[in-house]
Nanobody, 123 residues
Framework: QVQLVESGGGLVQAGDSLRLSCAAS????????MGWFRQTPGKEREFVAF????????YYADSVKGRFTISRDNTENTVYLQMNSLKPEDTAVYYC????????????????WGQGTQVTVSS
């Protein structure tokens, strides 16, 4: 069992940066693939980025590639999402998710989810 708690969301202006954190509890965190997803009202939860165990490979949605960076600290059981050059269309609730071993882009592959953190980007 893995429990996830996101933090770091907030209200920023276009062009600003934010760093989201996801603290995980549970055994063997380092052997989980970790993903970030986001959701806006009325839309499906969409993939943002994932990082594999032990952190050697990452993958990003085209919409965030070059602006967002996912990383993990296995000693602190934490995964991060550094978001730069934020745009109003990045406004969403951001969710952290975990699954054994490798990350994927499909939300249904992840059995463990955090409660989400709101990111609002004003123009």
């Amino acid at each position: 069992q893995v429990q996830l708690v996101e933090s770091g969301g907030g209200l920023v202006q276009a062009g600003d940066s934010l760093r989201l954190s996801c603290a995980a509890s549970g055994r063997m965190f380092s052997r989980y693939g970790m993903g970030w997803f986001r959701q806006t009202p009325g839309k499906e939860r969409e993939f943002v980025a994932f990082i594999n165990w032990p952190g050697a490979s990452t993958y990003y949605a085209d919409s965030v590639k070059g602006r967002f960076t996912i990383s993990r600290d296995n000693t602190e059981n934490t995964v991060y999402l550094q978001m730069n050059s934020l745009k109003p269309e990045d406004t969403a609730v951001y969710y952290c998710a975990a699954r054994p071993w490798a990350g994927t882009t499909f939300r249904n592959d992840y059995p463990y989810w955090g409660q989400g953190t709101q990111v609002t980007v004003s123009s």
